[in-house]
């Protein structure tokens, strides 16, 4: 089966290799590299160049000025050509060499629609440091509006589900990811399967982790994605989903203060 994974690009010069050592070092090989870059001005286009040949053929590449991340991962969707379509950030890598293998297997092995796990967030400046963790479970019915949501950066579904449901919607700055999810999953009820284990290590820092204010940001967007959905929700919704993230993020930062100290 193969799988095409999408990383979008901008300015990630200090990152993206390591995004790109951690792909080459699957063993799945039946994949389909797609990189989508927005004119960075740093050296990311070099290192593209430089990495373009290791992948043999697999990797496929543009750079233009875009209308924000979730309109570059719209661009990766439409050159992408593999069964299986999963996103991998420029400043995340997978946990280890065995995801794309665990994926095949599940979505082979089971005629599930889409599946997702677990990740870690680490520290920008030092990925050995884990800030916090992100656990999935096993979607039911109605979880959307319980708060619950998988990892996008660990969310893999068939290249024909974004054929017939559509792409990221591009009015919702930081959290059209969820959207997409829920559109998939609660509202259009594809068969799905969650995978007990990490996929990905995420930096803190982007534009979802990067401070209290983004978080905040998204779980406004979330709560706006569910009424656009029809599902009509109270600000409670924003709360359930805030404190969480908040204290975690916040005993984070006081574990780190003690370690440095």
């Not at 999408?6 to 797609?34: C, M, P, W």
């Not at 794309?100 to 990925?127: H, S, T, W």
Request: hydrophobic share 35%; charged share 25%; net charge positive.
């Amino acid at each position: 089966m193969k799988i095409s994974i999408i990383t979008t690009t901008y300015n990630s010069g200090g990152t993206v290799e390591d995004t790109f050592r951690s792909v080459l070092a699957q063993t799945h090989k039946d994949i389909e590299y797609i990189v989508v870059d927005g004119a960075s001005s740093d050296n990311s286009l070099d290192i593209i160049k430089e990495y373009e040949p290791q992948f043999g053929g697999r990797m496929r590449w543009m750079s233009e000025k875009d209308n924000g991340v979730y309109d570059a991962m719209n661009k990766g969707i439409r050159m992408a050509t593999g069964d299986v379509i999963g996103f991998l950030n420029s400043d995340d890598f997978y946990y280890d060499e065995h995801v794309l293998e665990e994926v095949n297997r599940a979505m082979e092995g089971q005629p599930v629609d889409c599946v997702y796990g677990d990740l870690k967030f680490v520290k920008a400046d030092d990925i050995t440091h884990v800030v916090r963790v992100w656990k999935g479970s096993q979607y039911k019915k109605g979880a959307f509006l319980r708060g619950w949501h998988p990892a996008h950066p660990t969310f893999y579904a068939r290249r024909e589900c974004y054929e017939r449901l559509g792409v990221f919607n591009t009015k919702f700055p930081v959290s059209a990811d969820f959207d997409l999810m829920l559109r998939f999953i609660e509202v259009a009820g594809l068969s799905n399967r969650y995978i007990h284990r990490y996929f990905v290590n995420m930096r803190m820092g982007g534009e979802s982790t990067g401070s209290l204010r983004n978080i905040i940001r998204g779980n406004l967007g979330i709560k706006r994605a569910l009424q656009e959905n029809g599902y009509s929700q109270s600000g409670l919704i924003v709360l359930r989903r805030l404190l969480p993230k908040v204290w975690a993020t916040m005993q984070g930062k006081l574990r780190l203060a003690r370690i440095e100290h």
